[in-house]
T-cell receptor, first 113, second 113 residues
């Protein structure tokens, strides 16, 4: 138990669906992250939020839309995804953006049909 | 740019065998180095870290030494257990500013009784 929770743990959606992934951290951290984990590829950093402000968007397609309403919650809104977007989506948090250690949630396994 | 290269898996060992997972890096500055571990169904957890050359990180019987001359940070354990079965990620982060973690592709380790 790392103090970072993600829901749902598994999600299957069609290409025309709209869904959202949720992440919550109970650690009092100020930075939160979305990563995409695909087989045999390095973890891909998607978005970084620091003090609820988006500070990085790594050329992620607009069909992925993040939202950070407060420092404890992070969402990833999904719309008109493609089958190649199927992956494990990991949320992480750290005390500050400059912190060395990140704490990860268990991930949401997403399958796009 | 910065990158991390780790040995491709999967790696399968018998219980009590000696483990080495190779990791080498390329960095534009002086990084901190990390090993993260991902147990089945869970997110990544920091296993150990080293912040400067010749430092040795250690935890749970695992060790890794920051070798600047060979740009390496190989993970070792003298006697593995079934519970060590997981995916291991090598990562780096430059030691200034708001640099992000750069991960390797991960190495899946399976220990058989």
């Amino acid at each position: 138990e790392t103090g970072v929770t993600q829901t749902p743990r598994h999600l299957v959606m069609g290409m025309t669906n709209k869904k959202s992934l949720k992440c919550e951290q109970h650690l009092g951290h100020n930075a939160m992250y979305w990563y995409k984990q695909s087989a045999k590829k390095p973890l891909e950093l998607m978005f970084v939020y620091s003090l609820e402000e988006r500070v990085e968007n790594n050329s992620v397609p607009s069909r992925f839309s993040p939202e950070c309403p407060n420092s404890s919650h992070l969402f990833l809104h999904l719309h008109t995804l493609q089958p190649e977007d199927s992956a494990l989506y990991l949320c992480a948090s750290s005390l500050a953006e400059q912190s060395n250690e990140q704490f990860f949630g268990p991930g949401t396994r997403l399958t796009v049909l | 740019g910065n990158s991390v290269t780790q040995m491709e898996g999967p790696v399968t060992l018998s219980e009590e065998a000696f483990l080495t997972i190779n990791c080498t890096y390329t960095a534009t500055g002086y990084p901190s180095l990390f090993w993260y571990v991902q147990y089945p169904g869970e997110g990544l957890q920091l296993l150990l870290k080293a912040t400067k050359a010749d430092d040795k990180g250690s935890n749970k019987g695992f060790e890794a030494t920051y070798r600047k001359e060979t740009t390496s940070f190989h993970l070792e354990k003298g006697s593995v257990q079934v519970s060590d079965s997981a995916v291991y990620f090598c990562a780096l982060r430059l030691n200034f500013g708001n640099e992000k973690l750069t991960f390797g592709t991960g190495t899946r380790l399976t220990i058989i009784p």
